[in-house]
């Protein structure tokens, strides 16, 4: 079976993200998937007993300080080098802004097509994507050399299927092209231990009926109790509530949880593009007529301000 | 410094939207058309950029012939010309052969910095930046929340999802904004007079060196199979709070298993 190349993404904190153990589940229907770890030196090693757990039957291990050192360009350029030499039956990228960025580069370099935000692939490289606020269903393939694929994030559950990796180290060259975007320094804001938006289960999103930033604690609050991610809509990110990082929805990030609960959040069709895809979605709100009820599971018209403390208190008594 | 904004009309993400049945293209006739929004973003910063260090600032759209509306709205906020690429052959193009063809054209211009919007509402792909940097072997500084200009050195600030990056480039650089960068203006009585007067010109691929065969449905890299209406969601149960509608949620959220 031919080999299908899935790009790992990891975090400092958490490190192998929950995508990529979702990609090497996807890229068993299709071949036998091969790990590329793009990073530091050592950056392979701590991630190895994660990668062969779902699946990796290679692990390429591309390490160098330059690699993190700038912006996407020098991922792209070891990967291209290795896609020309093991020509894969495809390759799979998150659809992580990093993610989409390799992949563009790739696809001008190799004159490959490119499909992003795909939700699922099927073994003769049919991919399905869900476009224009999620309300038409897309299937698209790459007419022009390998399916060159970015996943979002949820789209696939996971599975453990565990493999004996053979290791694999790639050199790292690169041109003067590939280090122009220099990433001076890195900061970290987000603290705590909550799960990234994006791939998180559940999430609990507030939106303008939050009322101000100090009340977003009753959002974080009832995060945390469920092991939830917090989104903000737009207008709650615009009125200064809550920062953009966390935004959901047209200008901010898509997600696609087993849960999602809408505080507050009256529905905006471009609010509605970021999140309804949601296996699940349960909503609070004031006014009996907001649009998001209209796609809601369970909804209760309301004030999030009695019926979230009375849900939290609910949820800890039944917890004991 | 010379700077070019890329600008692209897109249907008005704030109603309903559809792909034409027969080529399972982007439908841009019967929609509302729009400048897509984070442009107006890119716009505002080369705006502030020329204010500070002097230079014009030149808009460019791929597009058909009616993307000239966006143009000119997007000049009766301040840039000084535009160029609009424009060829029937273009229809159907891919991101690759999108992203060749505004290189080329970026080519001939030959700005010190390129801006543009991090994403477009309709594609929402987000590559446009990178694939034109990958063409040109130029940087692209992407994401960016804050751009500061000193001479030929570019320094971003880009939003992560730890927290943010600092990466700086030297010009010729590309550099894609997202909507918390700075506020748009609202374009002036005398913007809106002014616009119609700015130097408008077209290129078509013949102007730009590029096949035909190379773009389009010929040239494409990726096709659309088919397309269909997702089944609308069903709205489920509502109830209304009368004390005790933090107990329902909880018993609903119980009986779905997630807790």
Redesign the interface.
């Given at each position: 079976m031919a080999e299908v190349l899935v790009v790992v993404e990891a975090?400092?904190?958490f490190g192998v993200k929950k995508v990529t153990l979702e990609l090497l589940t996807a890229a068993r229907e299709l071949g036998e998937p091969s790990a590329v770890v793009l990073g530091g030196p050592g950056a392979a090693a701590a991630m190895t007993d994660k990668l062969a757990e779902y699946g990796a039957r290679k692990i390429y291990a591309a390490e160098a300080e330059e690699i993190n050192g700038y912006?996407?360009?020098p991922k792209?350029a070891v990967l291209a080098k290795l896609v020309q030499s093991v020509a894969p039956a495809a390759v799979l990228l998150a659809s992580s802004?990093e993610g989409?960025?390799i992949?563009?580069?790739l696809?001008?370099?190799l004159?490959?097509?490119?499909?992003?935000?795909v939700v699922d692939l099927d073994a003769s490289g049919?991919a399905t994507q869900?476009?224009?606020?999620?309300?038409?269903?897309?299937?698209?393939?790459?007419?022009?050399?390998i399916p060159l694929v970015t996943v979002r994030p949820n789209a696939v559950t996971p599975v453990p299927a565990p493999a004996t990796p053979i290791r694999e180290e790639l050199t790292v060259e690169l041109s003067e092209?590939d280090k122009?975007?220099?990433?001076?320094?890195?900061?970290?804001?987000?603290k705590g231990a909550r799960p990234?938006?994006t791939e998180a289960s559940?999430v609990v999103a507030g939106g303008r009926g939050v009322g101000d930033a100090d009340s977003f604690k009753l959002v974080e609050e009832l995060a945390d109790l469920?092991g939830a991610a917090v989104g903000a809509s737009r207008a709650a990110v615009d009125s200064g509530f809550y920062p953009?990082?966390f935004q959901v929805g047209?200008?901010g990030k898509t997600v696609s949880p087993?849960?999602y609960i809408a505080l507050g959040i009256s529905g905006?069709?471009?609010h509605l593009?970021g999140m309804?895809t949601s296996k699940?979605?349960?909503t609070?709100n004031k006014d009996?007529e907001a649009p998001i009820?209209?796609?809601?599971?369970?909804?209760?018209?309301?004030?999030l301000f009695?019926?979230?403390?009375?849900?939290?208190?609910?949820?800890r008594r039944?917890?004991g | 410094m010379k700077i070019v904004v890329l600008v692209k009309q897109v249907p008005d993400s704030g109603v309903e939207r559809h792909l034409n049945g027969d080529d399972n293209t982007t439908d841009r006739v019967s929609a509302g058309n729009v400048i897509n929004e984070m442009d107006e973003y890119a716009i505002e910063e080369a705006l502030q950029v020329q204010q500070r260090h002097g230079g014009e600032v030149i808009v460019l759209t791929m597009g058909p012939a009616h993307a000239t509306e966006s143009i000119r709205k997007a000049l009766s906020m301040g840039p000084d010309s535009a160029v609009h690429v424009v060829d029937d052959a273009l229809r159907g193009s891919c991101a690759v052969a999108t992203s060749k063809v505004l290189a080329a054209a970026i080519g001939q211009i030959g700005p010190d910095l390129v801006l543009c919007g991090a994403e477009s509402t309709d594609g929402r792909v987000q590559v446009m930046p990178h694939m034109i940097a990958e063409w040109l072997g130029v940087a692209a500084l992407t994401g960016a929340r804050k751009l500061t200009v000193e001479g030929s050195a570019l320094t971003i600030e880009r939003q992560t999802d730890e927290g943010y990056e600092v990466v700086t480039a030297a010009t010729p650089a590309v550099v894609s904004v997202w909507d918390t960068i700075n506020e748009p203006r609202y374009p002036s009585f005398k913007g809106i007079m002014s616009a119609k007067k700015k130097p408008l010109e077209t290129r078509s691929l013949a102007d730009l060196g590029i096949d035909p065969a190379e773009v389009g449905f010929d040239g494409a890299t990726s096709a659309v199979v088919e397309h269909s209406k997702r089944p609308p969601r069903q709205a489920g149960h509502k109830v209304t709070d009368s004390g005790d509608g933090g107990v329902q949620m909880v018993d609903f959220m119980a009986a779905e298993k997630f807790v």
């Open positions: 975090t400092q904190a912006l996407v360009a792209a802004q989409k960025e992949a563009g580069r696809a001008v370099k004159g490959n097509g490119l499909l992003t935000d049919v869900v476009v224009f606020a999620d309300s038409i269903i897309v299937k698209s393939k790459v007419s022009k050399g092209a122009l975007a220099k990433v001076v320094d890195r900061v970290a804001e987000q990234e938006l559940i469920l953009h990082q047209q200008t087993q849960l905006a069709i471009q593009a309804q699940t979605i349960i609070v009996e009820f209209g796609l809601t599971d369970f909804g209760v018209v309301g004030d009695k019926v979230v403390p009375q849900a939290i208190e609910e949820i039944r917890k | -």
